[in-house]
């Protein structure tokens, strides 16, 4: 374990946040949800001090500095048209002096005529956009375009979806520390789970730091056994990348991932969503995006309300951020 944990804090990486996130305490969501409500927590990653905020800045601090450390000069990488992922890739590409080609899936759509949103910071982080009709075209044209910048004598680094990967779960990991820092062991975590790489680093920097947490993975998507199969590769590939023990690395823990807040599909919201995003604006402040943080917090309040937990239990809402309103 000495070894392992060893092996997490030197895993190298860019320093993009520079600053950890807060913790708020869900007063009046709390009160609200009524008497027999657990204590609520939030961790404030939408606040990170760096290109929009977000979980995806996590993951890319080691992902990008792997790039960077092979000599790349272009980053590729993929997602929707609003993704978080391709935001941050783009921000944290400018930072580092490199070129960012995004593959953004347009799903039947004709490109957006006045980008917004995302699309619109992609653009201004200078980003170049390449759209692809479904999300099945877009590792084929990464690996095109990948192919084509070899030809021409570059040095481009394939970053896949959600810059989750092994890796990138480590780098995701690193922020499980800002929670043991601050003393703060909540009895269940609740986030929201795609592409699969935080709920890994999640589960991983739980294990790693000694923290005995239930996390659990709302789905934005994919259904509950097809993400919970992607979590325990990444976590393989965690513990190989450590040279830890698979119990090291949380793999002797149950992957819970609920799929039940996916509704019609990704970025769709769902009748619990746009109520969960009305509550948290109406009671806290906080806005939440239709397609990540509102599923994953109509979890939550599902399972409040369904007397999932006990009221003198702590949950903590892990808030990954998202800019789609």
Known sequence: MATAFAAFMSTPMVLLAQHPTPVDRLRHLQASLGPSCPTLLMKRDDLLSFGGGGNKVRKLQTVMREATGAGADTVITCGGVQSNHARATAAAASALGLRAILVLNLNG?????EPTGNLKLDQLFG???????????????????????????????????????????IGFARGVLELSAATIKPDAIIHASSSGGTQAGMIAGCALVGVGTAVTGISADDPATSLAHTIRELLTGVASRLGAKQETVGLDRPIDVDDTQV????????????????????????????TYTAKAMAGLIARVRGGHFDKDQTVLFWNTGGLGL
């Open 109 to 113: 759509a004709e490109p957006p005529v």
């Open 127 to 169: 980003a170049e956009v390449r759209f692809v009709a479904t999300r099945a075209d877009r590792a084929p044209e990464m690996a095109r375009i990948a192919d084509d910048l070899r030809s021409g004598g570059k040095k481009p680094f394939v970053i896949p979806l959600g810059a989750s990967t092994p890796l990138g779960a």
């Open 263 to 290: 509704g019609d599909g990704y970025g769709l919201p769902t009748p619990a969503s746009i109520e969960a995003r009305e509550l948290v604006a109406r009671t806290e402040g906080i806005v939440l995006d239709h």
